[in-house]
Nanobody, 119 residues
Framework: QLQASGGGLVQAGGSLRLSCVAS????????MGWFRQAPGKEREFVGA????????LVADSVKGRFTISRDNAKNTVYLQMNILKPEDTADYYC??????????????WGQGTQVTVSS
């Protein structure tokens, strides 16, 4: 139901845009979140956007570099990642929940898309 794409290999300082397309659920009523998990580490919250797109929450580790947006007409949420660092290397996942923007409580998860940042 959630299909993430856009990962790849990029040099430090570069940019990538991840996309996550939803199907089979009323996308416009769901808060959408992005998470990441690096090898050997726990899953980490990256950011989230409200159902209408008017409110976002971004982790301190990516604030000022990553931006979340959504297009409800296309059932798609985006993660624009700029000034990438090697420590951003991870599998990135999108997720959906109802209610308020939050770091927790996501009900639906997509498969990951791999991002590798070389130094």
């Amino acid at each position: 139901q959630l299909q993430a794409s856009g990962g790849g290999l990029v040099q430090a300082g570069g940019s990538l845009r991840l996309s996550c397309v939803a199907s089979g659920l009323p996308f416009s009523v769901y808060v959408m979140g992005w998470f990441r998990q690096a090898p050997g580490k726990e899953r980490e919250f990256v950011g989230a956007i409200s159902a209408g797109g008017g409110s976002t929450l971004v982790a301190d580790s990516v604030k000022g570099r990553f931006t979340i947006s959504r297009d409800n007409a296309k059932n798609t949420v985006y993660l624009q990642m700029n000034i990438l660092k090697p420590e951003d290397t991870a599998d990135y996942y999108c997720a959906a929940r109802v209610g308020a923007v939050s770091r927790f409580g996501y009900d639906y998860w997509g498969q990951g898309t791999q991002v590798t940042v070389s130094s």
